[in-house]
């Protein structure tokens, strides 16, 4: 801080936040300090190379979906590519979205060229199609992380879930796909690399049916050297699918109107005997910390807009979220809620930094970022509450107050 009270920040930060000189940045008070909310840069990008996909999951979007099915094509693909090479910091790509990435023909090719531009590559797959031939394909693209969806521990339970899979030949293709990078001489553009760097990483939807076999899933994982887990919730698109969500207790408004209780607490074992009490602490709007880590921080927080996340459907649509990639309905506490698609623009028509600084898409980050948006979550009492069009905080089209990623209940890796 300079003699005026002026914060001084390190060139390094400010080149890679994108900060200018001279600028007002309010801070922000939270219960575990003072923050300084950096505007965000372009760090990730999901590209979704199809929404096409081989299994029918009971769990899926697809079985409400009525959207036009189609595989990304290589000129939107290209404008991608050009626009990723803009930024001086270029971002971190996932493959994935609502689609199988796998079944796109040139998945590889996307993988490796990508990585050229010397972007971190991601991509998550059921597993059914990876094959020994596109493991080594994948491999030598340079993949940073591959994440295969694992649902269940038993090959009854997966099948139940991930219906057209059967669990022993998904962990056959795993298992082939860990040996080939312990083992063999991958080949890539520099030439034999022994034990490539690629990682793995689980993810995996829990719910009623399956939550007991999540133990399990990660011992199984690890034996093929699995190093990053993620799970989520289960989102219900369909009525069937609403009895198994579990977080029914969880997103509710506190139990009086005044500050909710700050607890703290230490590490300690969750056995039968604390588990009750741990429970209850979680349900009652509690603000609790467990040795200093907050772990009810996430409300009202988009995991995308505050990351510097973005998305680009099939179709070169620019979406600031996976939620707003496509047009499609879910159930929150029984009630259909139908959530409108928006894009910024396309990636056809325009360059992905303009699609970035688009000001519609400045401002609408901005707002997301106050989230002052009507608590559609916890309260969901009016017609309001079942689109994203608008609310009764006077908030039009798209609005994010039933957001569930918001709420920290839905994550994507």
């Known amino acids: 801080m300079d003699n005026k009270g002026r914060i001084k920040i390190d060139q390094e930060l400010t080149s890679n936040y994108g900060i200018k000189s001279n600028v007002n940045i309010p801070l922000e008070e939270r219960e575990t300090g003072i923050f300084l909310p950096l505007p965000t840069r372009l760090l990730k990008l999901y590209i979704e190379p199809t929404n096409k996909c081989n299994l029918g999951c009971r769990t899926c979007i697809r079985n409400i979906w ?54 971190q590559v991601e991509l998550i797959t059921n597993g059914t199609l990876l094959t020994d031939e596109l493991s080594r394909n994948l491999i030598k693209a340079g993949l940073d992380i591959l994440w295969v969806s694992i649902d269940g521990a038993s090959p009854d339970s997966f099948s139940d879930i991930r219906l057209g899979a059967t669990l022993p030949k998904i962990l056959e293709n795993v298992a082939n796909f860990s040996n080939i990078l312990k083992n063999d001489m991958v080949i890539n553009q520099c030439g034999a690399i022994p034990n490539a760097k690629t990682e793995l990483g689980i993810a995996f939807v829990a719910m009623k049916r399956n939550i007991s076999d999540l133990p399990a899933v990660i011992k199984l994982a690890q034996k093929f050297g699995a190093y990053h887990f993620l799970v989520t919730n289960v989102l219900p698109y369909t009525k069937e699918m609403c009895d198994e969500i579990l977080y029914k207790n969880t997103l509710h408004e506190p139990p009086y109107p005044e500050p909710k209780p700050r607890v ?32 009810t921080n996430a409300r ?105 990623w918001a709420q920290g209940v839905i994550q994507c890796p």
């Not at 969750?270 to 979680?282: H, I, R, Y």
Request: net charge negative; with cysteine; charged share 20%.
């Open 300 to 404: 009202n927080r988009c995991p995308f807009i505050e990351n510097g996340v973005e998305a680009i459907g099939w179709d070169g649509g620019f979406s600031p979220c996976l939620s707003l990639m496509h047009d499609h309905s879910s159930y929150y506490k029984g009630r259909e809620r139908y959530s409108r698609r928006w894009v910024v623009g396309n990636i056809k028509d325009q360059s992905l930094k303009d699609l970035w600084n688009n000001p519609e898409h400045i401002a609408f980050r901005e707002r997301v970022r106050k989230f002052d948006f009507a608590p559609c979550v916890y309260c969901g009492g009016c017609e309001l509450a079942d689109t994203n069009e608008s609310d009764c905080h006077g908030y039009e089209f798209p609005t994010c107050g039933g957001c569930l």
């Open 66 to 119: 009525k959207e036009p099915m189609g595989m990304m094509s290589e000129s939107v693909f290209q404008h991608v590519l050009d626009g990723l090479v803009k930024f001086s910091h270029t971002p971190t790509v996932f493959f994935g979205g609502f689609g199988e990435p796998l079944y796109h023909p040139k998945i590889a090719e996307m993988v490796s060229r990508v990585k050229a531009l010397g972007s």
């Open 264 to 295: 703290s607490i230490p590490l300690m074992d969750v056995t039968e005997s604390t588990s009750n009490s741990l429970n209850w602490l979680m349900n009652y709007g509690s603000s609790v910390k467990i040795a200093d880590m907050n772990l």
